[in-house]
T-cell receptor, first 115, second 110 residues
């Protein structure tokens, strides 16, 4: 079975540019989580969806960040405009609602560098 | 108070020894607990889950849970160089989400 698929794996962009990160859930999973990881702050939950519905976006740092689930298997995280402090590794994870409690499976991550 | 705390600094253990990692959590209602392993430059990988008090063993890994003390631990027996990684403690919260600790780095010295 394919795991959680993220693209791109690496993104280098200049300050002020729009960045779009993509995530495809594991087939049959219906919870989707976006995380950001830095050395200073560890793994932070940005937003999560259950059955395509955003449940909690309190972790989204600013209005520059937005996330969508246009369908049950795909999500995007957009940063517009990007800033150097957004440089981090962004992970998405999926989980089956109703399956083993809370288990999450992570994608390989997108390493974002904003110059 | 942080939801999940892992306070120990980097842990260096000789090959073949036992590595012991600890984690405390704040939500008394939590019912699910996990250890993830993360190699440098890679994503977190689930290695253990535990839901009830006591010990759970899987190969060289043992997870221990004490809900009264709000304490979870991970023991790695017969540590191997391939166990060198950062270990993240995660605690289940409402709405299917997890709270993660900042992780403990383990270095196994051959």
């Amino acid at each position: 079975d394919a795991g959680v698929i993220q693209s791109p794996r690496h993104e280098v962009t200049e300050m002020g540019q729009e960045v779009t990160l993509r995530c495809k859930l594991i087939s049959g999973h219906n919870s989707l989580f976006w995380y950001r990881q830095t050395m200073m702050r560890g793994l932070e939950l940005l937003i999560y969806f259950n059955n395509n519905v955003p449940i909690d976006d309190s972790g989204m740092p600013e209005d520059r960040f937005s996330a969508k689930m246009p369908n049950a298997s795909f999500s995007t995280l957009k940063i517009q405009p990007s800033e150097p402090r957004d440089s981090a590794v962004y992970f998405c994870a999926s989980s089956p609602l109703g399956g083993p409690i809370n288990i999450q499976y992570f994608g390989a991550g997108t390493r974002l560098s904003v110059l | 108070q942080k939801e999940v705390e892992q306070n120990s600094g980097p842990l260096s253990v000789p090959e073949g020894a036992i590595a012991s990692l600890n984690c405390t959590y704040s939500d008394r209602g939590s019912q699910s607990f996990f250890w993830y392993r993360q190699y440098s430059g890679k994503s977190p990988e689930l290695i253990m889950s535990i839901y009830s008090n006591g010990d759970k063993e899987d190969g060289r890994f043992t997870a221990q849970l004490n809900k009264a003390s709000q304490y979870v631990s991970l023991l790695i027996r017969d540590s191997q160089p391939s166990d060198s990684a950062t270990y993240l403690c995660a605690v289940g919260l409402g709405n299917n989400r997890l709270a993660f600790g900042k992780g403990n780095q383990v270095v196994v010295i051959p």
